[in-house]
Nanobody, 122 residues
Framework: QVQLVESGGGLVQPGGSLRLSCAGS????????MSWYRQSPGKERELVAA????????NNAGSVKGRVTITRDNAKNTVYLQMNSLKAEDTAVYYC???????????????WGQGTQVTVSS
């Protein structure tokens, strides 16, 4: 059974930092690209950052560029999101995503965590 379990969310003041973690199980972790998404009330879920299975390539959304770093530890089946200089507009539920597309069928396996709340407020 595939599981993605996020942790590390909470309340932080503007300008502060948080590190989110997502532990995966039930699948071959290092063959999946991992991403963090977020969703605020009334808004669509948006990509925050992504990292390839080997950790060699990362991508950040423009709204967080320079303030977030995504990393992974395949030995621990865990992906991290380090967020710095947090702003009120970063307030959202943050979701972990695992995705892999089969080269032979183009079928995409996609899994989601339950989400962790990040609130940036003074």
């Amino acid at each position: 059974q595939v599981q993605l379990v996020e942790s590390g969310g909470g309340l932080v003041q503007p300008g502060g930092s948080l590190r989110l973690s997502c532990a995966g199980s039930g699948f071959t972790f290092n063959t999946y690209a991992m991403s963090w998404y977020r969703q605020s009330p009334g808004k669509e879920r948006e990509l925050v950052a992504a990292i390839t299975g080997d950790g060699g390539t990362t991508n950040n959304a423009g709204s967080v560029k320079g303030r977030v770093t995504i990393t992974r530890d395949n030995a621990k089946n865990t992906v991290y999101l380090q967020m710095n200089s947090l702003k009120a507009e970063d307030t959202a539920v943050y979701y972990c995503n695992a995705e892999r597309t089969r080269w032979d069928t183009s079928f995409t396996y996609r899994y989601w965590g339950q989400g962790t709340q990040v609130t940036v407020s003074s």
